[in-house]
């Protein structure tokens, strides 16, 4: 059977427009495929002064990734620092491993997602060249004021002074049991018994003078 030229020319139009569009397909499948580039890392320091490594994801396809970091040395892994899973996002999710990095350390991030990428990030990490430093203000030391306590030559204080001698009559003080004698001899009552005794001396003068007087007169009668 005879194609037609136009036949044919409509037949070669169309298997091109199919190729291009399997080519559009095919770069767009990759755009979207999950990919080693998506991924970054970097060395920082939380609020407290600590070391972290944080990896972020930016897979917008959204497959899911294991993420491993390594210490290096010479070269070679000295230590595992851990290990975690990730979902990538287009704005970028992140997840962060605890480790006080050394200044100048470098460090290995492997990525395995399925059979899609199974590497390590380019270049690797390096970490900044000074070390985390705790972000807590030092509390400020207190200076002691000088004591306002006196000296020892200032004067002493009423607390610890002796009581001043007191001032007044500097005559002896009566001797033990001699306070009572006197209080005995120097009641209040004894100038009216002594007034009462000089009376009845004088009333019993007068009795005797009077008596001998009369018996006088008698022997004269």
Not at 78 to 101: M, N
Request: charged content about 20%; glycine content about 12%.
């Amino acid at each position: 059977m005879t194609i037609s030229s136009r036949t044919a020319r409509s037949v070669r139009i169309l298997g091109i427009a199919s190729a291009t569009a399997a080519l559009a397909l095919g770069a767009a499948g990759n755009a979207l495929a999950c990919n080693i580039r998506d991924f970054s890392a970097a060395a920082s320091c939380d609020g407290n002064g600590k070391g972290v490594i944080t990896v972020t994801d930016k897979d917008a396809s959204g497959k899911e990734a294991t993420v491993s970091v390594y210490l290096e040395s010479n070269g070679a892994d000295a230590k595992k620092v851990g290990e975690q899973t990730v979902t990538g996002t287009r704005e970028g999710a992140t997840v962060t491993f605890s480790e006080d990095w050394a200044p100048n350390a470098q460090y290995r991030v492997h990525i395995k997602a399925g059979n899609i990428v199974d590497e390590d990030i380019k270049s690797g990490l390096t970490t900044p060249s000074e070390a985390c430093k705790s972000e807590t203000t030092p509390s400020a030391t207190v200076t002691p004021k000088p004591s306002e306590t006196p000296s020892s030559s200032a004067t002493p204080s009423a607390s610890g002074s002796t009581a001043p001698a007191t001032t007044g009559d500097n005559s002896p003080s009566p001797a033990a049991g001699s306070s009572n004698l006197a209080e005995t001899g120097a009641s209040s009552s004894t100038p009216l018994i002594a007034g009462i005794a000089g009376g009845l001396v004088v009333i019993g003068g007068g009795a005797v003078f009077f008596g001998m007087r009369r018996r006088g007169a008698a022997k004269a009668d």
